[in-house]
T-cell receptor, first 111, second 114 residues
Framework: DAKTTQPPSMDCAEGRAANLPCNHS???????VYWYRQIHSQGPQYIIH???NNETNEMASLIITEDRKSSTLILPHATLRDTAVYYC????????????FGTGTSLTVIP | DTAVSQTPKYLVTQMGNDKSIKCEQN?????MYWYKQDSKKFLKIMFS???????INETVPNRFSPKSPDKAHLNLHINSLELGDSAVYFC?????????????FGNGTRLTVT
């Protein structure tokens, strides 16, 4: 599985969009990008995933660059409850490869 | 309804004891996992089962023995507990093993070994 690089921490003002970057420059063609978050020792929560097209759901949007070497998770209107550690993971869909979690980005939403 | 549920939520025990953690998922998924999150918050996969068959064992000591009585349950038994086993253990499930379905996690079991 390709490795990912994320900034260790970020701040975002409440009500503003939070844009969390992830670099995955060695991603392969069969690898999806997944985003999870973990709110203070709760179980990691699935947010969104995509292969090459941009994706949107009720929680967030995922923007993947055309070369697929990086992506951005967008929380459109951050709230205090979005304060969490956000993990970007790449994984090949058609193999038995596992989900390996890195150190993630600790997002703090500031009132 | 809780999708992936673990019991107990907290477990405090002494070194040398044997303990079990239970996990159940009601999502109809075929694949289940155990992850360990240590004090440094690093989340590491331990085991993976698909349709009751072990498919991944990530060099976990054999004091840890997972058991899957059916595909909705994956329990974790730990023998001769050590201080270093103190961690939060998360159960997870997903639809298949070779598809793009995401993982769904339980809320964890915090194990403290004294």
């Amino acid at each position: 599985d390709a490795k990912t690089t994320q900034p260790p921490s970020m701040d975002c003002a409440e009500g503003r969009a939070a844009n969390l970057p992830c670099n995955h420059s060695t991603i392969s063609g069969n690898e999806y990008v997944y985003w999870y978050r973990q709110i203070h020792s709760q179980g990691p929560q699935y947010i969104i995933h995509g292969l090459k097209n941009n994706e949107t759901n009720e929680m967030a949007s995922l923007i993947i660059t055309e070369d697929r070497k990086s992506s951005t998770l967008i929380l459109p209107h951050a709230t205090l409850r979005d304060t969490a550690v956000y993990y970007c993971i790449v994984r090949a869909w058609n193999t038995g490869n596992q989900f390996y979690f890195g150190t993630g980005t600790s997002l703090t939403v500031i009132p | 309804d809780t999708a992936v549920s673990q019991t107990p939520k907290y477990l405090v025990t002494q070194m040398g004891n044997d303990k079990s953690i239970k996990c159940e998922q009601n999502l109809g998924h075929d694949t289940m996992y155990w992850y360990k999150q240590d004090s440094k918050k690093f989340l590491k996969i331990m085991f993976s089962y698909n349709n009751k068959e072990l498919i991944i064992n990530e060099t976990v000591p054999n004091r840890f023995s997972p058991k899957s009585p059916d595909k909705a349950h994956l329990n974790l038994h730990i023998n001769s507990l050590e201080l270093g086993d103190s961690a939060v253990y998360f159960c997870a499930s997903r639809k298949g093993v070779s598809d793009n379905s995401p993982l769904h996690f339980g809320n964890g079991t915090r194990l403290t070994v004294t």
